[in-house]
C-alpha cells in the first residue's frame, strides 16, 4: 500500500475511532492527558508500521492493543505505578487482536463517562466545554475556536490549562454519581450541541458536513433522555438533533456540493426522524408546563426546527413565528448568532429592508467581526432586493473568510450568478432577448 494510501486511511479510522479509543483508555489509565498520549502514539506507530504491513483487518483493535502497550510502557518507567502496569499487562493479554468486538468495549457507557469527566467541577465551564470538544468531538482548536467566535491561541492555551488543572486536581477518573452528573448536565449537553453543530456544518475541510460527527450527537443525545429522563431541555435538545439531521441526505448533491435550503427536495428529508423529533419536543413541552418552566434554548431551537419540517416549502414556512421564536431564543441566550439568523428570518417574513436593519445593528459587534455568514446573509438580502453587484461582492467576501473548500464554492458560485443577474438587468431588452 502506498504512503498516500495508508495516510489516507489512518486519518479516516482516527476520525471515527478516536473518540471511542480515547474514552476507553481514560477508564483504563485513569489520566486523561495519558490517554491522548498513547492513542496518539498509537497512531504515529499506525503511520509507520501500515504503509508497509497494509491496514490490519481490525484497525481500531490495533490501536487499542498499541495504546495500551505504550501506556505499559509509561506506567513501567514510573515505580509508583507497578500495580496499574500489572492491570493492564492482564487486559492486554486478553485482547485477541483479530477479535472485531475486542477493540474498544462498553462504548456508550465509555463516551458519556469521559464527557462527564471532562464537565469535572475543578475546571472552568470554558474550560469544561473546550476539553470535551477537543478529547470526546475529535474538534481542532481551530475548529473550537470558530464555534466560540475566539481566536484560536485562546482555544490552545484553554485546553492545556484544563488537561493541567485536571492533573493538579487529582480529579478522579471515574463515573460521577447521579448529583454529580445533575451539576455537569448543562455543559455536557452545550458539549453535544457543538458537536452537532460541527458536523451539520464543517469549520475547514473539503467536505460541508462531517455526518459522523452528527451522529454521534444524535445517539448521545437519545443516551441522555434515557438517564435524565425527567430534564425538558435533554428532550429539547435531541428533538432539535433529531430534526435537523433529518435535512443531511438533502443538504448536499452527489458531488458532495452544498444545496441550500431553497434548493432542497424536502422528499430526502428523513420522516422517521422528523417524527422522533416532533415527539421529543412535545416531551420537552410537557416537561417543561409540569415543572412550570419556560421553554429552554434548545427547545426553542427545536421549536424553529419544527416550523421548518412542518412546511412544504420555503413559500409555506411560517416566517413570522420563526422570528418570534429567534427573538425569544435571542433574549434568553444573548448570542449574536442567534441575532444574525433572526435577521434572515425577519427578511423572510417582513422583506429584505428588515433584515439589512437588523444586520446593520449587528454587523458593529465586535464578536461577529471576520464572520463569513455576515456578508453571506447580507449578499442573499442584496439579492433578494436585486441588487445583483453588491450581493455579488458580499458574496465574495464571505468566501475569502470561510476556511471550508465545499461552502467557499457555493459562495463562489452564488457570486457568479448574481453578477449575470444584475448584468442581464442593465441590458437593454433587445439585447437581452
Known amino acids: 500500500?502506498?504512503?498516500?494510501?495508508?495516510?489516507a486511511a489512518i486519518e479516516a479510522v482516527w476520525r471515527l475511532e478516536s473518540t471511542r479509543l480515547i474514552a476507553a483508555l481514560v477508564r483504563i489509565v485513569r489520566d486523561v492527558a495519558l490517554a491522548e498520549d498513547v492513542a496518539q502514539d498509537a497512531i504515529v506507530a499506525a503511520l509507520a508500521q501500515w504503509p508497509a504491513t497494509g491496514i490490519p483487518d481490525n484497525p481500531a483493535a490495533w490501536l487499542m492493543t498499541t495504546a495500551k502497550r505504550r501506556a505499559i510502557d509509561t506506567f513501567r518507567s514510573r515505580a509508583r505505578h507497578d500495580q496499574a502496569a500489572a492491570a493492564l499487562a492482564r487486559d492486554l493479554a486478553e485482547t485477541v487482536d483479530d477479535d472485531p468486538g475486542a477493540g474498544i468495549d462498553h462504548v456508550e457507557d465509555d463516551v458519556l463517562r469521559l464527557m462527564f469527566i471532562c464537565c469535572h467541577p475543578a475546571l472552568t465551564s470554558e474550560m469544561q466545554t473546550t476539553l470535551t470538544l477537543k478529547l470526546v468531538a475529535g474538534l481542532s482548536a481551530r475548529e473550537i475556536a470558530r464555534a466560540y467566535l475566539a481566536p484560536e491561541a485562546t482555544i490552545a492555551q484553554r485546553i492545556s490549562r484544563a488537561k493541567r488543572t485536571?492533573?493538579?486536581?487529582?480529579?478522579?477518573?471515574e463515573e460521577p454519581s447521579a448529583p454529580e452528573r445533575a451539576e455537569r448536565l448543562s455543559t455536557v449537553l452545550g458539549v453535544v450541541y457543538l458537536l452537532f453543530n460541527e458536523g451539520y456544518a464543517a469549520t475547514e475541510g473539503e467536505h460541508w458536513m462531517r455526518p459522523a460527527l452528527c451522529e454521534e450527537a444524535v445517539r448521545l443525545g437519545r443516551i441522555l433522555t434515557a438517564l435524565v429522563p425527567a430534564d425538558p431541555e435533554v428532550h429539547g435538545l435531541s428533538a432539535l438533533m433529531e430534526l435537523q439531521s433529518s435535512?443531511?441526505?438533502?443538504?448536499a448533491g452527489s458531488d458532495g456540493e452544498p444545496i441550500l435550503l431553497d434548493a432542497q427536495d424536502r422528499s430526502r428529508w428523513d420522516a422517521a426522524r422528523i417524527r422522533r423529533g416532533l415527539a421529543a419536543l412535545a416531551r420537552a413541552h410537557e416537561l417543561a408546563a409540569a415543572q412550570d418552566a419556560e421553554p429552554g434554548q434548545y427547545a426553542l431551537q427545536a421549536a424553529i426546527a419544527a416550523e421548518h419540517a412542518r412546511a412544504a416549502s420555503v413559500d409555506d414556512t411560517d416566517w413570522n413565528r420563526v422570528a418570534l421564536l429567534y427573538e425569544q431564543l435571542g433574549r434568553l441566550t444573548g448570542s449574536p448568532v442567534v441575532e444574525l439568523n433572526r435577521a434572515v428570518a425577519l427578511g423572510r417574513a417582513q422583506g429584505p429592508e428588515a433584515g439589512l436593519a437588523l444586520l446593520d445593528q449587528l454587523e458593529q459587534l465586535p464578536s461577529l467581526r471576520g464572520y463569513h455568514l455576515v456578508p453571506s446573509v447580507r449578499g442573499d438580502l442584496y439579492e433578494r432586493l436585486g441588487r445583483g453587484d453588491d450581493a455579488a461582492a458580499e458574496f465574495d467576501r464571505a468566501a475569502a473568510?470561510?476556511?471550508?473548500?465545499s461552502e467557499r464554492a457555493l459562495l463562489q458560485r452564488r457570486a457568479i450568478a448574481a453578477r449575470?443577474?444584475?448584468g442581464a438587468a442593465a441590458r437593454p431588452l433587445g439585447e437581452t432577448i
Open 1 to 7: 500500500m502506498g504512503d498516500e494510501a495508508a495516510r
Open 166 to 173: 485536571l492533573a493538579e486536581a487529582g480529579a478522579a477518573i
Open 247 to 251: 435535512r443531511l441526505r438533502a443538504r
Open 401 to 405: 473568510m470561510t476556511a471550508n473548500a
Open 420 to 422: 449575470a443577474q444584475a
